[in-house]
């Protein structure tokens, strides 16, 4: 008796023992490690990578979409980038993570009543801080950093100081991907089938996002704070990749990271094959010997559509005022591209009108889907049963097979957008498109100058007043601004005055002048804008379509190489940036 009731006794502590003791957690791991794009165990530097695990121990956050534990970059803080939060958790007072490797701490409800400990998450490789991109649960995409040599390297998490075992992974060189729906585990896709892109026609130029397609030239920078801001120049693949598609190849006009693009997403421009049936085909890009994952590319014979109608340079929609350059984007346009059309209003039998009204055609770039015109001085109108008060404008596209249906857009006095210079280096600003009056100099900052391989410091240098230079405009020079869409010039700048006939250039001699009806107004400055001397406002001498502001340059204007500068006019107003120094 004493043995067995010893034996029970023995299991009696034992179950006592299991219900009383803490469970011990279980170690956060990884599981496996594949390309972010193709699910395969194949992954490049300056790439990107999905890490699946278990125990992340991910939390939960409330936001307006409901409470999620999936974070992206777009919730995160950039570090020297100036920052932005997701709406969705602004106000809040919702604690966000930063973008350092998401270290930081996350409260959980609408007014942190009861936050969480302190959750730091890192992934790091040869313990080199990797990009995280996104985490969801047990899943994070990361950026695998450029500057780590091929080989075997090993993937290790970190939570909360503690790290996980290390998970080996092969870098190869190359590593090619293309857009898909995402990796449910480790060698399986999200979807079966391949993603499928825009619908195209046979000579359109495609632009896909891309992954893995090897080192650069010049070589993407070494650190991760431009991850969310962006590279700081376009930048080249060393190989040159080949694109198939439906078996054909397809010739590569881009291959490489676009200015202002996060660090690893490639850009791959191709031109789909003339000679591609109509039907749906699949495109692989392929970088010596590798190949990515599919894609689905539907190939048609596209109806003439317009899709949308804006000011060539605001790119505002659904406003055209008479005179201005507007772009027009859609299908049918054909593929063929032109370039200088004007005062043509023709194109291999391609045309545009606006209430029936043939504009003049600037560059027709199909495979852009792309049509620049001038909107016509005179838009007739529309009968008054169909438009009493004379705003709808009706733009229809026209070709060898017929007529598109109309695009509808409203008639205005003025909706004027500031042309801009194309960012020789990294900038979230606008330069307004500005030269030194009568004077060949760009006003810009004197970094771009360099950058464009022109002279600085061009009363300095003593250059030449039709010499291409470029520097920052001082109290007290005359300034030319370039814009479009101020409206009806005359001859005299009144309402009953002459008007540059459609299809027509202003005099380059000036003589006579065509002027807006009423003056633009020109504000310098951020927080206590100063308004310019405005000395003309009309259309640019020797062009259509395009206007010029010439003011002189205030003596009370901050300086600097981003000053803020606003251009209004008949109800209608843009901005941009002017270099400026005292």
Avoid at 153 to 165: C, P, T
Avoid at 445 to 455: D, G, H, L, Q, T
Wanted: aromatic share 8%; glycine share 10%; net charge neutral.
């Amino acid at each position: 008796m004493a043995r067995v009731f010893a034996k029970h006794a023995k299991h009696c502590v034992l179950i006592v023992l299991s219900a009383c003791l803490p469970l011990v957690a279980q170690r956060h791991a990884i599981t496996g490690v594949v390309n972010a794009a193709t699910c395969e165990n194949r992954v490049a530097p300056g790439s990107f990578a999905t890490v699946f695990g278990r125990n992340f121990e991910t939390p939960a956050v409330s936001t307006e979409a409901g409470v999620s534990n999936c974070f992206k970059t777009d919730v995160m803080f950039a570090i020297g980038c100036g920052g932005y939060t997701n709406p969705d958790l602004a106000g809040r007072n919702l604690r966000t993570v930063s973008v350092e490797g998401m270290t930081g701490s996350v409260c959980v409800g609408r007014n942190c009543g009861t936050p969480k400990p302190d959750w730091v998450f890192r992934v790091l490789i040869n313990g080199m801080r990797a990009g995280l991109y996104e985490l969801c649960g047990e899943t994070a995409t990361v950026y695998v950093p450029a500057e780590l040599p091929t080989g075997r390297v090993r993937f290790v998490v970190e939570l909360n100081s503690v790290s996980s075992a290390p998970f080996e992974v092969q870098l190869d060189q190359f590593a090619p991907g293309l857009p898909s729906p995402g990796c449910a585990s480790p060698g399986v896709p999200k979807a079966a089938a391949p993603m499928a892109i825009e619908t195209v026609e046979p000579g359109d130029e495609v632009s896909l996002e891309a992954i893995g397609l090897g080192p650069m030239s010049p070589a993407q920078p070494k650190s991760l704070g431009p991850m969310i801001c962006g590279v700081p120049l376009d930048s080249f693949t060393v190989f040159q990749p080949l694109v198939k598609i439906g078996g054909l190849d397809a010739e590569v006009t881009f291959s490489g990271v676009r200015v202002r693009s996060p660090l690893g997403r490639y850009t791959l421009s191709f031109i789909v094959p003339s000679a591609l049936p109509v039907r749906d085909h699949t495109a692989i890009v392929e970088v010596e010997g590798r190949r990515s994952n599919p894609v689905l590319v539907p190939v048609r014979s596209m109806p003439l559509t317009i899709r949308s109608v804006l000011n060539a340079a605001s790119f505002k929609q659904g406003l055209v005022a008479p005179g201005a350059i507007m772009t027009v984007y859609g299908w049918g346009f054909g593929n063929e591209d032109g370039f200088g059309l004007f005062p043509s209003t023709t194109f291999r039998q391609l045309s545009v009108t606006f209430n029936g009204q043939p504009a003049p055609l600037v560059h027709v770039v199909a495979s852009k889907k792309q049509i620049n015109v001038v909107a016509p001085n005179e838009i007739p109108r529309l009968p008054f049963n169909q438009d009493p008060f004379n705003r709808l404008v009706e733009v229809r596209i026209q070709n060898g097979a017929g007529v598109s249906a109309k695009f509808d857009v409203r008639r205005t006095d003025a909706s004027l957008g500031l042309f801009t210079l194309s960012p020789p280096v990294q900038t979230s600003y606008r330069v307004v498109a500005a030269r030194f009056s009568n004077r060949g100099w760009l006003v810009i900052p004197p970094s771009w100058a360099e950058k464009y391989n022109i002279p600085g410091d061009c009363r300095a240098r003593g250059e030449a007043p039709l010499a291409l230079c470029g520097e920052p405009a001082r109290p007290g020079d005359a300034v030319d601004l370039y814009l479009t869409g101020l409206g009806v010039a005359t001859a005299d700048g009144t309402a009953t005055g002459t008007r540059l006939p459609t299809g027509s250039v202003a005099p380059a001699n000036g003589q006579p002048l065509y002027r807006t009806v009423g003056t633009a107004g020109v504000l310098i400055g951020g927080d206590n804008p100063v308004w310019a001397n405005v000395l003309f406002s009309g259309m640019a001498p020797g062009f259509a379509g395009l206007y010029q502001v010439t003011f002189i340059m205030p003596e009370n204007v901050p300086q600097g190489d981003w000053v803020p500068i606003e251009v209004r006019f008949g109800g209608s107003s843009d901005w941009a940036t002017i270099a400026i120094r005292h």
